[in-house]
């Protein structure tokens, strides 16, 4: 497992849309799209498939502490109203029903099409993580285990993989609270590398995304504080 | 090949790091590392090598026009002073004698790293792209053609992808141009989506990236418009 190099304070926003600007951006609402409530929406998108595989439930590969975690969180799903969201090989399978704008419609080829942050299909190796959702907070945890294909600087995890997997919690968590889909503006500041007795073992993150903003066109426009923190040795 | 779905502006910089704040991420200068010079670390960095494969060269899922601007900015290495970035599997396989401090030092274990930006291997699904370099004005210019695996919204490339790979060739500029290493902030505002009449058609983006910020502190310290623009029919 990689030592994950820092710790990220992220803002997705709708900062600096210019009064009179043209809004390039399609404007998108998931709950009016379906015509259904958030609740229906989260229904939907959290459903059990039996086809396909679910790569939000555990491997081996994963270490006793996100497995620990990722147990606590399983009990607020029975619980507290969270929910733990699917994720597929590509929201192509997962989005069952969807209806995208015109101009975003996708082409219906053949082609092996992969979400991004499941694009590393060996287990371990890539992204582990599994994404919690708790409707009524419109807030979503992601616990997080990098393997050694998210290099950058040798032996840490790259800031691009994790900032595609604060980008993925966000939209998924704008998504589920039918507040958006596309990503208008996202802003890191790594604040921490990783202490270097943490050398070859787990690191879990956990991203608390709490959108407070209110989108002012349909377009993912999130305000909330998102830390990746943590640091938990495998064993 | 995906339909790329955004322009976006790029900005990395070192904002808000408050007087007095403890800087938690690692003081770091490529050049002074090597005890060396930008030339001899951009010799050092892109010289061939006979072992391993450089993925910044063209294969068969390269669509003409990636091609096409491909071999205009070789002719610029030959005449113009650009540098083509090589680049291999993984970090480690590349920057050799580099020494890193010590709270960043890479354990020796086995594992299979991958830099995360070449984690996909087989060509045309992931990541296309090929980064030169200008020392003058330590510019990179990033040419890129996403794979189907880099999806987000169907049909799209994941806002992530982007971002990793701006990152990417960020922390490749910075470290070339002997100022940094590791990202501080970075900023992403996405402004345009691609039309939809591209629908199955490959895409280039050129990531122009201008470092004209001095850093503060040997961190990656940035303040530059990138652009990732373009849309060019793949046939």
Redesign the interface.
């Given at each position: 497992m990689l030592r994950r190099?820092?710790?990220a304070a992220v803002i997705l926003g709708h900062?600096?849309a210019r009064p009179g600007a043209t809004h390039?951006?399609?404007r998108f609402n998931p709950a009016s799209a379906f015509g259904s409530s958030m609740e229906s929406l989260v229904s939907r998108f959290c459903q059990e498939m039996t086809e396909g595989k679910n790569y939000a439930l555990p491997n081996a590969s994963w270490g006793p502490d996100m497995l620990s975690l990722y147990h606590e969180f399983l009990e607020k799903t029975k619980t507290d109203g969270w929910v733990r969201v699917p994720s597929f090989r590509?929201?192509?399978d997962h989005?069952r029903g969807f209806k995208?704008p015109?101009?975003?419609?996708?082409?219906s080829?053949k082609?092996?099409?992969?979400?991004?942050?499941r694009?590393?299909e060996r287990e371990g190796?890539?992204y582990e993580y599994v994404i919690f959702f708790q409707p009524s907070e419109k807030k979503s945890i992601c616990l997080f285990q990098p393997g050694?294909?998210?290099?950058?600087?040798?032996?840490?995890?790259?800031?691009?993989?994790l900032?595609?997997?604060?980008?993925?919690t966000f939209?998924k968590t704008a998504y589920l609270s039918g507040e958006g889909?596309?990503?208008?503006?996202?802003?890191?500041?790594?604040?921490?590398?990783f202490?270097?007795d943490a050398?070859?073992r787990g690191f879990i993150s956990t991203l608390d995304t709490v959108p407070s903003g209110k989108p002012t066109d349909n377009h993912l426009a999130y305000r909330g504080p998102t830390a990746a923190q943590g640091g938990v040795p495998k064993k």
């Amino acid at each position: 497992m990689l030592r994950r190099g820092f710790q990220a304070a992220v803002i997705l926003g709708h900062h600096g849309a210019r009064p009179g600007a043209t809004h390039l951006l399609p404007r998108f609402n998931p709950a009016s799209a379906f015509g259904s409530s958030m609740e229906s929406l989260v229904s939907r998108f959290c459903q059990e498939m039996t086809e396909g595989k679910n790569y939000a439930l555990p491997n081996a590969s994963w270490g006793p502490d996100m497995l620990s975690l990722y147990h606590e969180f399983l009990e607020k799903t029975k619980t507290d109203g969270w929910v733990r969201v699917p994720s597929f090989r590509s929201n192509r399978d997962h989005i069952r029903g969807f209806k995208l704008p015109l101009e975003l419609s996708a082409n219906s080829d053949k082609s092996d099409w992969r979400l991004f942050t499941r694009c590393i299909e060996r287990e371990g190796q890539g992204y582990e993580y599994v994404i919690f959702f708790q409707p009524s907070e419109k807030k979503s945890i992601c616990l997080f285990q990098p393997g050694p294909y998210l290099e950058g600087v040798p032996g840490f995890a790259h800031g691009g993989s994790l900032a595609a997997l604060i980008d993925e919690t966000f939209s998924k968590t704008a998504y589920l609270s039918g507040e958006g889909l596309l990503t208008v503006n996202f802003n890191i500041r790594f604040k921490k590398h990783f202490p270097p007795d943490a050398a070859g073992r787990g690191f879990i993150s956990t991203l608390d995304t709490v959108p407070s903003g209110k989108p002012t066109d349909n377009h993912l426009a999130y305000r909330g504080p998102t830390a990746a923190q943590g640091g938990v040795p495998k064993k």
